[in-house]
């Protein structure tokens, strides 16, 4: 079954620091994996995307990596900030297939 | 900066009632898009829509349901009889091209069937 897992499910850090969060899939045949950033009682909106070819992609202070092969890929963000407080949720997409399979996200908290 | 509108963005409902959600794309995107996301779960694909015409459907999307481009900025999904369950927040995504593309959401209408 095409499924995505992230962990941890929530996480709190403070201003300033480092996090990075993990997904794993198992969504074969896989086309490419997106991550992204929700706010509370919004819509997602893209941070990066990445195909099987890619092994890492940046967007500001975000910084996905893709291990194809072990199906895992993580985000990173740096000097984090209050605005970052959010859910970030990894999602997959498989070959020539409209439909996105989405984890269930990490829960992120920056506090001052 | 171009975004995707849905309304409303709040909409109660008797079961067994119908309910129209609407949206309305980026003007220049041709690939359409409805998900849901039950309280506390994940986001989950109800259906994609190009050229005027269904081009993919999860199991969720039954009979139920339907969607619609009645002119050409709006994207409508519409429940026949609503059931609890059918309870959610629904965004309406679209994008340029398929696959590859970023897909732009709304920000949502919460859905509340009693």
């Known amino acids: 079954k095409n499924q995505v897992e992230q962990s941890p499910q929530s996480l709190i850090i403070l201003e300033g620091k480092n996090c990075t969060l993990q997904?794993?899939?198992?969504?074969?045949?896989?086309?490419?994996l997106r991550w992204y950033k929700q706010d509370t009682g919004r819509g997602p909106v893209s941070l990066t995307i990445?195909?099987?070819?890619?092994n890492t992609k940046s967007n500001g202070r975000y910084t996905a990596t893709l291990d194809a092969d072990t199906k895992q890929s993580s985000l990173h963000i740096t000097a984090s900030q209050l605005s970052d407080s959010a859910s970030y949720i990894c999602?997959?997409?498989?070959?020539?297939?409209?439909?996105?399979?989405f984890g269930t996200g990490t829960r992120l908290q920056v506090f001052p | 900066e171009p975004e995707v509108t849905q309304t409303p963005s709040h909409q109660v409902t008797q079961m067994g009632q119908e309910v129209i959600l609407r949206c309305v794309p980026i003007?220049?995107?041709?690939?359409f898009y409805w998900y849901r996301q039950i309280l506390g779960q994940k986001v989950e694909f109800l259906v994609s829509?190009?050229?005027?015409?269904?081009?993919?459907k999860s199991e969720i999307f039954d009979d139920q349901f339907s969607v619609e481009r009645p002119d050409g900025s709006n994207f409508t999904l519409k429940i026949r009889s609503t059931k609890l369950e059918d309870s959610a927040m629904y965004f309406c995504?679209?994008?340029?091209?398929?696959?590859?593309?970023?897909?732009?959401f709304g920000p949502g209408t919460r859905l509340t069937v009693t």
């Open positions: 995504a679209s994008s340029t091209n398929r696959v590859m593309d970023e897909q732009y």
């Open positions: 997904c794993n899939y198992t969504v074969s045949p896989f086309s490419n």
């Open positions: 990445m195909t099987f070819s890619e």
């Open positions: 999602v997959v997409s498989g070959y020539n297939t409209d439909k996105l399979i």
């Open positions: 003007s220049n995107h041709l690939y």
């Open positions: 829509f190009y050229n005027n015409e269904i081009s993919e």
